[in-house]
């Protein structure tokens, strides 16, 4: 069974940054590419970020998101960050983090993903 847990998350200002870490438990964590959804209430999860297994080829929403996001991987740790600089009140939202079991990239979709931790709350606010 594969877990995911979130964490990171607070209320930050305007401006802030937040580094958000999703720990994988169960399976292979080399065999997965991870990636980061963001969802606010009444919308669909929307792509952040993806990683693949080696690490090495991070993919982002759009250019404008990797302006300010930044996404890694520590294989020794089972661990993918996400740090989003420059946080503005338009990014608060719940962000999740999922395994792709299928795709060395991540995909951008949520039908791409089979495991999803429970979420971690990021309020923009001043």
């Known amino acids: 069974q594969v877990q995911l847990v979130e964490s990171g998350g607070g209320l930050v200002h305007p401006g802030g940054s937040l580094r958000l870490a999703c720990v994988v438990s169960g399976g292979n964590f080399r065999d997965y590419a991870i990636g980061w959804f963001r969802q606010v209430p009444g919308e669909e999860r929307q792509f952040v970020a993806s990683?693949?297994?080696?690490?090495?080829?991070?993919?982002y929403e759009d250019r404008a998101t990797q302006e300010r996001v930044s996404i890694s991987r520590d294989n020794a740790r089972n661990t993918v960050y996400l740090q989003v600089n420059n946080l503005k009140p338009e990014d608060t939202a719940v962000y999740y983090c999922?395994?792709?079991?299928?795709?060395?990239?991540?995909?951008?979709?949520?039908?791409?993903?089979?495991?999803w931790g429970q979420g971690t709350q990021v309020t923009v606010s001043s």
């Open positions: 999922g395994v792709d079991i299928l795709r060395d990239f991540g995909g951008s979709w949520v039908t791409d993903y089979r495991y």
């Open positions: 990683i693949n297994r080696a690490g090495d080829r991070p993919r």
